[in-house]
């Protein structure tokens, strides 16, 4: 883990001030790094009869891929308003100014499905908490949420509504 904690690149104030971006980049382009990064989000949920990853627009779809590819799973995303083109279904969440909403296809799936939720960073737990409440409304069963990078001082867990985390690095 100490040479993915090296490849991510703080960048402060992006996208606005005050906030220290994690750039993951460095990760994603590092061949064993990014193979290590993928084995060990996946390594926990492996027995757990995971039929589904759900990723996060945008980086959550390059994890949550080859997680899914790992554990024999399909892939399904979860994308900003107005960009699937069947049939979806919407979840708002707030953000510090104004509100932002993930979107899943309805058929995208099936009541009792077995998913496991993966982003690249978890801040204040909006955003997966968000796609939570997306996931049951379309009959997932939610168990579990992987996810790179914990900002602990934000208390993102707390918002999980049960769901267990599970972060690879954990910044206090
Ligand atoms: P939040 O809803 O506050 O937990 O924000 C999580 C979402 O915003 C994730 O999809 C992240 O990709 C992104 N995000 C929030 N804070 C950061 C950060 N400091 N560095 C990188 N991405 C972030």
């Known amino acids: 883990m100490t040479q993915l904690e090296h490849l991510i690149r703080d960048i402060p104030d ?9 750039d993951i ?15 060990a989000m996946a390594e926990p949920f492996a ?4 039929t589904k990853v759900a990723g996060i627009e945008a980086r959550g779809f390059t994890l949550a891929t080859p997680v899914a590819g790992k554990l024999g799973a399909g892939f399904v ?10 049939e979806t279904v919407k979840e708002e969440y707030q953000l510090e100014y104004g509100t932002d909403a993930l ?22 737990g909006g955003t997966a908490a968000a796609a939570i409440r997306l996931l049951r409304e379309v009959g997932a069963d ?31």
């Open 77 to 86: 995303p979860l994308r900003k308003p107005g960009k699937l083109p069947y």
């Open 103 to 124: 979107e899943i296809h309805v058929d995208g799936v099936e009541e009792g499905e077995r998913v496991l939720l993966v982003d690249d960073v978890i801040a204040t």
């Open 14 to 22: 992006f996208p606005q001030e005050g906030v220290v971006f994690k």
């Open 25 to 39: 980049t460095p990760v994603l382009a590092h061949p064993e790094a990014f193979a290590e990064l993928v084995a």
């Open 142 to 172: 939610v168990v579990g949420f992987s996810v790179f990078i914990e900002l602990v001082f934000l208390n993102g867990a707390s918002k999980l509504d049960g769901v267990p985390i599970h972060a690879l690095l954990r910044y206090d």
């Open 47 to 50: 027995d757990q009869g995971i």
